[in-house]
Nanobody, 127 residues
């Protein structure tokens, strides 16, 4: 079992930045592909970004390219999401997720691909 705990959310003004972290326990993340998703009130959970377990491949939602950066530190068992130039429409609960990556370079962009989820961290962007 993998336990995931997100942190780093909060209230920020439009144009600001936040860095989310996702700390894992129970298992080493070195063989898990990881992803970030978000869910705004009344909306479906949507894909944000993904990273392969080998740390060689990343993938982003088209609308977020250039503003968000996913990264990982396998030695620290931690996943990150750097969010820049934040907009009010980025307001949501952000979730990290993990799945055993059968190929070191594969990324997963669908929520149903993932087995493990954190509890989420709230990000609120004021205008």
């Amino acid at each position: 079992q993998v336990q995931l705990v997100e942190s780093g959310g909060g209230l920020v003004q439009a144009g600001g930045s936040l860095r989310l972290s996702c700390a894992a326990s129970g298992r080493t993340l070195s063989r898990y592909a990881m992803g970030w998703f978000r869910q705004a009130p009344g909306k479906e959970r949507e894909f944000v970004a993904a990273i392969s377990w080998s740390d060689t491949n990343t993938y982003y939602a088209d609308s977020l390219k250039g503003r968000f950066t996913i990264s990982r530190d396998n030695a620290k068992n931690t996943l990150f999401l750097q969010m820049n130039s934040l907009k009010p429409e980025d307001t949501a609960v952000y979730y990290c997720a993990a799945v055993v990556g059968w190929l070191p370079t594969r990324v997963y962009a669908h929520r149903y691909d993932y087995n493990y989820w954190g509890q989420g961290t709230q990000v609120t962007v004021s205008s």
